[in-house]
């Protein structure tokens, strides 16, 4: 039972480690711009 419990925990901590360095690629690759008009309603 813990043996399942720490895979479990592993397989989690895993999978939102690969989301942090997803989005963190994503952005630092792609620069996502606010259009002009955009930042002027802010």
Known sequence: MKKNAYRLLGVVIAGVATMFVTTG???IFHKPRIPAE???QV
């Open 25 to 27: 690629s994503y952005v």
């Open 38 to 40: 955009l930042r002027k």
